[in-house]
């Protein structure tokens, strides 16, 4: 298994706080992605990085941000989180973009509700 | 806009049965196209990756196939096992991301 790791696994928060969420790889790929899963919906990209510091939006990035300050951590944040935040979010790896060349690997997912 | 469907959404089979799943993609500018399975509660798991210059890929009981031309791919699951139940999700490769398909939520009876 690519070594993916996502934190925290579960979160229960309330509307309006700051929530952060981590993903952690351990294959040092390039590109990493934060997708949110909701039923109705499939999975749709928030954002994903191309390198340290180098990040852009996806189809669903309001309200999220993003930051890589090293290879191997990709942090997702909800400023403000509301209801409608309430998803499974996964993070995924690889190593080209779009993953052309190579396969896109999965964390866990972090279960995120918010309250 | 590329949109990627997967039909059937939900399917049913006895244990032995050989079956395929469908995807179809509108736009056939694709690099390649990935094949994932999740379980409930759990992330995906790469299947089989099928570049945009192949025709088909083959893992185990598994068999892939793409053509390009007509917005088609095919996972087909040899002798199917209970252990095969899941949902199977297609992703077509395209510009910066994934596109994903809805899935299909597959039970094999014993």
């Known amino acids: 298994d690519a070594g993916i790791t996502q934190s925290p696994r579960h979160k229960v928060t309330e509307t309006g706080t700051p929530v952060t969420l981590r993903c952690h790889q351990t294959?040092?790929?390039?590109?990493m992605y934060w997708y949110r899963q909701d039923p109705g919906h499939g999975l749709r990209l928030i954002h994903y990085s191309y390198g340290v510091k180098d990040t852009d939006k996806g189809e669903v990035s309001d309200g999220y941000s993003v930051s890589r300050s090293k290879t191997e951590d990709f942090l997702l944040t909800l400023e403000s989180a509301t209801s409608s935040q309430t998803s499974v979010y996964f993070c995924?790896?690889?190593?080209?973009?779009?993953?052309?060349?190579?396969?896109?690997?999965f964390g866990q997912g972090t279960r995120l509700t918010v309250v | 806009k590329q949109e990627v469907t997967q039909i059937p959404a939900a399917l049913s089979v006895p244990e032995g049965e050989n079956l395929v799943l469908n995807c179809s993609f509108t736009?056939?500018?694709?690099?390649?196209l990935q094949w994932f399975r999740q379980d409930p509660g759990k992330g995906l798991t790469s299947l089989l990756l099928i570049q945009s210059s192949q025709r088909e890929q083959t893992s185990g009981r598994l068999n892939a196939s793409l053509d390009k031309s007509s917005g088609r791919s095919t996972l087909y699951i040899a002798a199917s096992q209970p252990g095969d139940s899941a949902t199977y999700l297609c992703?077509?490769?395209?510009?910066?991301?994934?596109?994903f398909g809805s899935g299909t939520r597959l039970l094999v009876r014993p």
């Open positions: 736009d056939s500018a694709i690099y390649n």
């Open positions: 992703a077509v490769g395209s510009s910066y991301k994934l596109i």
């Open positions: 294959e040092n790929h390039r590109y």
């Open positions: 995924a790896i690889s190593e080209d973009r779009s993953a052309k060349n190579t396969e896109a690997f």
